[in-house]
């Protein structure tokens, strides 16, 4: 058990640590303005990928469980970032310590007042060369961040169901809290989750004896992770935390062990980054320097089809959204 939480620690939380000591630190030069600007650019794509990601894996029929029945089910959900996302067009005339001297498609020299210019995101490419420059009479230099090299956030989720009188099921999950290292001031990981299904079609008149289930399903998921920034010294830490909730119709069919399903619905998240300890902003030492907030809201449909033979149960779904997702996993599932 304690290595199946080490690895879906190590899904969930390589880019969140790779964004905060590889990519946030790099960032933190100049003004407090000038690195919430920057890092809100590189940062908001993974943030926005937890945020579809954890509203990912709550259902996969429409059949709600008879009385004390259950499932519990792993998925992984692969949250795709659009190639708009992968970039960050960074504007020199928003910039008041630092500039772009040099973007990621190798044009250099750009205006320190007027210049625009592109850089990878968290979730870009890892293989690009830019450089930001100290504006004025400084003639500091530092390299800019490379994202992670795909595009792509895998978020895992695991659900236990259990059946209710009247054609309701209840949806559980939950993450202990884990320390992601040693000591005192170690990272830490924590997500738990509730959602509600209900069979609808047994309340209209006219189709409740048709061949095939129909539902509607709400769900809220809360996560929280704390990750270490180096440039803030023992005590920088990026306070990660998104609560996210979805709404949706589902319609499946059962034929044998297949049963194909289909689901309309909304998402709404909002995922924060607090960004806390002690920092360097040109000589001023910055306790808390600011916090960021993004929102992936918008509408959703996804299609998907699930094998069961006997109590064990495979599902795959794809979601259409402003960010795409899929979703795979295997469970068991009784009455």
Do not use: C
């Not at 259990?162 to 949806?171: C, E």
């Not at 809290?177 to 069979?199: F, S």
């Not at 996560?223 to 010294?233: N, S």
């Not at 949706?248 to 998402?267: D, E, F, R």
């Amino acid at each position: 058990m304690k290595k199946n939480r080490l690895l879906v620690v190590l899904i969930m939380t390589m880019p969140f640590v790779v964004a905060a000591q590889d990519g946030l630190g790099d960032l933190f030069n100049g003004s407090v303005a000038d690195a919430k600007y920057l890092t809100e650019g590189y940062a908001s794509p993974l943030m926005k990928s937890v945020g579809y990601g954890l509203n990912q894996g709550w259902v996969n029929t429409a059949k709600t469980h008879k009385i004390a029945g259950f499932d519990l089910t792993v998925s992984v959900n692969p949250v795709f970032t659009p190639s708009s996302d992968q970039v960050f067009t960074v504007d020199n005339s928003k910039l008041s310590s630092v500039y772009l001297y040099k973007d990621m498609n190798g044009n250099s020299g750009l205006n320190p007042s007027t210049g625009k210019g592109n850089i990878p995101t968290i979730l870009g490419a890892d293989d690009k060369e830019t450089e930001f420059r100290e504006k004025g009479l400084g003639t500091g230099s530092f390299n800019g961040p490379n994202g992670i090299g795909y595009n792509f956030l895998p978020v895992p989720t695991a659900n236990l169901g259990f059946g209710l009188p009247k054609g309701f099921d209840i949806k559980i999950r939950f993450v202990p809290t884990i320390k992601l290292g040693g000591g005192e001031d170690a990272g830490k990981l924590n997500l738990w989750g509730i959602g509600v299904m209900h069979d609808f079609k047994q309340w209209i008149p006219g189709i409740k004896a048709l061949p095939f289930d129909l539902s509607v399903f709400a769900g809220y998921t809360k996560m929280t992770l704390d990750v270490d920034i180096a440039e803030g010294g023992p005590d920088g830490k990026g306070s990660f935390s998104s609560a996210a909730t979805t709404f949706q119709v589902i319609i499946s069919k059962k034929i044998s062990v297949l049963t194909p399903y289909a689901s309309v619905g909304m998402n709404l998240a909002t995922t924060k980054l607090d960004v806390k300890g002690n920092y360097d902003f040109n000589g001023t030492q910055v306790k808390d320097p600011f916090s960021l907030s993004v929102a992936s809201n918008g509408p959703r449909a996804t299609a998907g089809i699930r094998l069961k033979f006997g109590p064990i149960a495979f599902h795959g779904d794809y979601t259409l959204a402003k960010y795409k997702s899929a979703s795979v996993g295997l469970g068991i599932a009784v009455r």
